[in-house]
């Protein structure tokens, strides 16, 4: 791994890139991590929370950044959404979690794991639609920690990402809401969540390069999905095998090899649709061009 700093890569150097331990992301780049990608330039990785690494596309680190969709309206200068590797899909959404079942969270507090996220998009869109009235506080916190916080009566809902779909129960904890089927059944399009995105001053043809050799990385985990599990299980909070399998058999999709015209559409109406809330700057039309 390396300590975020600042920098482009240069020919025969490795690629600074930063993503989640998330067994999604570890599966996705298994391959180009460990050198098995036929003319992949080296990786040089950071493993950060998608909070961090959000915070790193604004400052301008690293080369190449998984982030949330939802902080793409403040890189797009600086950085190309690259057409796969990221996390869309359907019935893969964030949940909102309660103690107690049909709470109404008109004046809660809720526990999120960042507000430049795209759950935090897809929950001000429920909410919106949803809630009687006003949601209360929003209090961000590591999203590891927000499902002890439910359980223990320090917020009165919580935001959830990552494995905490497959084991809020083990806590006590109801699901008030699925962020995604909501968002499905108002759009008919997947769920976008994570992207990856690379400085755009690496030049069109490193850009490609880069998209080709995450495409090659996924097709060779698809390949032979045992190769990838050591990576996986190394880097996992959640370490149950069956869970790690649950995980990435959920968000590593179609949409991972790449976006399509679906793909891109989700995107767009994701951040058209949170402009229009106020909840991001407005999107350029040409800000998602690759190249």
């Known amino acids: 791994m390396t300590d975020s700093t600042e920098g482009t890569a240069k020919p025969g150097t490795a690629v600074k890139i930063a993503f ?7 599966f996705v780049f298994d391959a180009w991590a460990h050198g098995r990608v036929p003319g992949a330039p080296a990786l040089d990785v950071t493993f950060a929370d998608i909070d961090i690494t959000n915070g790193m596309a604004e400052r301008g680190e690293l080369d190449v950044l998984k982030v949330s969709y939802a902080v793409l309206p403040w890189v797009m200068e600086e950085y190309a959404l690259l057409p796969c590797g990221g996390a869309l899909g359907r019935g893969c959404g964030p949940l909102v979690l309660t103690k107690e079942p049909g709470t109404d969270l008109t004046g809660k507090t ?3 794991p960042s507000e430049r996220s795209t759950a935090y998009l897809l929950f001000r869109l429920w909410a919106a639609d949803v809630v009687p009235g006003d949601v209360g506080e929003i209090v961000v916190m590591p999203f590891d920690e927000i499902m002890p ?11 959830v990402i990552h494995e905490a779909r497959f084991t809020y129960r083990n806590y006590g904890l109801h699901s008030l809401a699925d962020m995604g089927e909501h968002w499905e059944a108002t759009t008919g399009l997947p769920i976008p969540l ?17 998209a080709e050799s995450i495409r090659t990385s996924v097709r060779m985990a698809w390949d032979d999905p045992e190769m990838s599990r050591p990576y996986v299980l190394e ?13 990435i058999g959920l968000y590593v999709n179609e949409f991972t090899a790449d976006l399509g015209e679906n793909g891109y559409a989700a995107v767009r109406g994701l951040l058209t649709r949170a402009a229009a809330e106020g909840l991001v700057p407005p999107l350029g039309p040409d800000a998602l061009s690759f190249g």
């Open 20 to 26: 989640s331990p998330c067994p999604n992301d570890t």
């Open 110 to 112: 809720v526990a999120v």
């Open 149 to 159: 916080a439910v359980r223990d009566g320090k917020v009165d809902a919580g935001l």
């Open 194 to 210: 994570g992207a990856i995105i690379a400085k755009r001053s690496l030049g069109a043809e490193t850009l490609k390069l880069l």
């Open 235 to 247: 880097h996992a909070q959640e370490m149950d095998p069956a869970v790690a399998d649950q995980h």
